[in-house]
């Protein structure tokens, strides 16, 4: 026990003094030989000989031996830089001052509510009173929820066998709820969709996991993917064995989705014996922010259709559209005004409640439509969804609320249209701050924030400071972000962690802060960009 404390000690010692070290800023504190934390490090050397790795040697699992798939496998937007950042929070926890800045900004994950944002009254309304209904036959109730709230709580749990949220449901979900997913569909959408086409999902992570473990055979299966990417589809599809097959969205036209380019992309994986299987396309864009147009979206069907692929839409961020010349549409409403019908076409769109002006992210309720499959094929889809018995209830109640949520003449109308109206404005004036500060940067340019929660900037770096991030053995733009952080306390993902077209640097950085932090993180980033340019120009 002693040598796994003095073990984990020395770890945490180690990445305080990297940060520590690797601070670019003038006010950062440094290690000296001499200094108490140098004397420390020393110390717990001594009780952690070089050998301590070889007391696993004979457990029968070791880093040479477990699934390479998992070793392939990566995620930026909870890595290297976030454990910094934690460990960087937790010193300013244990020793205020011991940094240049008071506090840490994380504009590195869609998280919301982690960053303030409260909950939609009127969908914690609905599932407290679903998750203790006993309230419900309590006099007080009627005077502390609104009787929308208290009438669809009702209507919920007359859907759910048992009147119980803590128990397994249906292994698409229950029943009642994907009719009012569907209904809200087709309010969305003006094209029917079936109930029976519906997966409810911890999150539209499950559903993407879900169809990779479908499509993918070997790696001689590709998966058609936008780059810069969200890191779940390189991730999966290298869990699941398959080939990621690139395509490039152009930044020049705002993030452009060229058909030549994907053209070209399966053509080139045609010729490399890669057997293309599907099309994912991201919209609104993550962690670009464009919103695709309509033609463009018929002109995507039109390839899917030609080629035989399976489009993959994720559509989480349908709600987040920010300009007013830009409007969501989903694939399926393109397809089906295209003429095309069930068996024309195979398609699977997801959606999440971590996402939108709800940003339900622990909840984790999502949902993927699934048409244009035989009976054969979604019988497999439904033993996969069977694996996991069911998503959890909670997730599944809040899909239902953000597809159905409270309509002209309902009490908590009024409330509910203010609370999504003040946080979707609020996320397109920061939106537009930060692309502006974006912009007046040295060398750095920024399409707008279209749609989603991100920015995606792409940075012009001195040729030293490529030279030294390739001497630290790290991308530029995480040698960026690294110096970011530990000067500024702003957490950002280097653009490497989304791919990106070769000898381009960027960092995605999020609109989630609060508002009133928005000008302190535009004042920090701007005068660390000032010094970090002085410091590595020429």
């Given at each position: 026990?002693?040598?796994?404390?003095?073990?984990?000690?020395?770890?945490?010692?180690?990445?305080t003094t990297t940060s520590t070290i690797?601070?670019?800023s003038p006010n950062s504190p440094s290690l000296s030989p001499n200094s108490p934390l140098a004397s420390l490090l020393r110390f717990f050397s001594t009780l952690h000989p070089?050998?301590?790795?070889?007391?696993?040697?004979?457990?029968?699992?070791?880093?040479?031996?477990?699934?390479?798939?998992?070793?392939?496998?990566?995620?930026?937007?909870?890595?290297?830089?976030?454990?910094?950042?934690?460990?960087l929070q937790q010193n300013l926890?244990?020793?205020?001052?011991?940094?240049?800045?008071?506090?840490?900004?994380?504009?590195?994950?869609?998280?919301?509510?982690?960053l303030a944002q409260q909950p939609i009254t009127f969908f914690r309304e609905v599932l407290a009173l679903c998750d203790h209904p006993s309230i419900l036959d309590k006099s007080e109730t009627q005077g502390l929820f609104s009787a929308d709230a208290i009438e669809r709580a009702f209507q919920i749990l007359e859907q759910i066998p048992g009147r119980a949220t803590g128990a397994y449901s249906h292994s698409q979900g229950i029943k009642g709820l994907r009719d009012t997913i569907a209904s809200g569909m087709k309010a969305r959408d003006g094209f029917p969709a079936d109930p029976n086409d519906l997966f409810l999902t911890d999150g539209a992570s499950p559903a993407v996991h879900m169809m990779m473990q479908l499509l993918i055979r070997s790696e001689n299966d590709g998966i058609l993917c936008p780059i810069p990417q969200y890191p779940l589809y390189s991730a999966s599809i290298a869990l699941h064995g398959g080939t990621l097959v690139p395509y490039y969205l152009d930044e020049q036209t705002g993030w452009g989705l060229e058909?030549?380019?994907l053209e070209h992309q399966l053509k080139t994986a045609k010729s490399k014996g890669i057997d293309v299987r599907a099309l994912v396309v991201i919209n609104p864009g993550n962690p670009t922010g464009q919103v695709l147009g309509e033609a463009n979206q018929r002109e995507i069907v039109e390839f899917c259709k030609k080629e035989g692929l399976v489009l993959l839409a994720d559509e989480v961020y349908q709600e987040n559209v920010y300009v007013p010349d830009k409007k969501f549409h989903s694939f399926k409403k393109i397809s089906r005004s295209m003429g095309y019908g069930e068996t024309d076409i195979s398609l699977v769109s997801f959606q999440s409640v971590s996402k939108g002006f709800y940003g339900e992210c622990g909840k984790r309720g999502g949902y993927m439509e699934v048409t244009g499959f035989s009976p054969e094929v979604r019988?497999?889809?439904?033993?996969?969804?069977?694996?996991?018995?069911?998503?959890?209830?909670?997730?599944?109640?809040?899909?239902?609320?953000?597809?159905?949520?409270?309509?002209?003449?309902?009490?908590?109308?009024?409330?509910?249209?203010a609370e999504k109206e003040a946080i979707l404005s609020s996320l397109a004036r920061r939106a537009k701050t930060l692309e502006d500060a974006l912009n007046n940067l040295e060398g750095v340019t920024c399409n707008r924030a279209e749609g989603a929660?991100?920015?995606?900037?792409?940075?012009?770096?001195?040729?030293?400071?490529?030279?030294?991030?390739?001497?630290?053995?790290?991308?530029?733009?995480?040698?960026?972000?690294?110096?970011?952080?530990?000067?500024?306390?702003?957490?950002?993902?280097?653009?490497?962690?989304?791919?990106?077209?070769?000898?381009?640097?960027?960092?995605?950085?999020?609109?989630?802060?609060?508002?009133?932090?928005?000008?302190?993180?535009?004042?920090?980033?701007?005068?660390?960009?000032?010094?970090?340019?002085?410091?590595?120009?020429g």
């Open positions: 026990m002693r040598r796994f404390i003095s073990h984990k000690t020395i770890n945490l010692i180690s990445k690797s601070s670019s070089s050998s301590m790795a070889s007391d696993y040697s004979a457990t029968p699992i070791t880093i040479d031996n477990i699934n390479p798939k998992v070793l392939k496998c990566e995620y930026a937007v909870r890595g290297e830089i976030v454990s910094i950042a934690q460990t926890k244990d020793n205020p001052g011991s940094h240049p800045f008071d506090e840490i900004l994380y504009c590195n994950i869609g998280n919301p509510q982690s058909i030549s380019e019988e497999q889809i439904y033993k996969l969804a069977s694996v996991n018995l069911c998503s959890n209830i909670s997730g599944q109640i809040l899909a239902s609320l953000i597809m159905s949520p409270p309509k002209v003449g309902d009490e908590s109308y009024e409330s509910f249209s929660m991100y920015l995606f900037p792409c940075i012009n770096l001195p040729d030293k400071a490529i030279k030294a991030a390739e001497e630290a053995k790290t991308a530029p733009d995480a040698f960026y972000a690294k110096h970011l952080l530990n000067a500024t306390g702003i957490v950002v993902v280097p653009g490497s962690g989304f791919r990106q077209v070769p000898g381009t640097w960027h960092f995605r950085c999020t609109i989630l802060p609060q508002e009133e932090k928005i000008p302190a993180i535009v004042s920090r980033l701007t005068e660390f960009h000032k010094k970090f340019m002085d410091e590595f120009r």
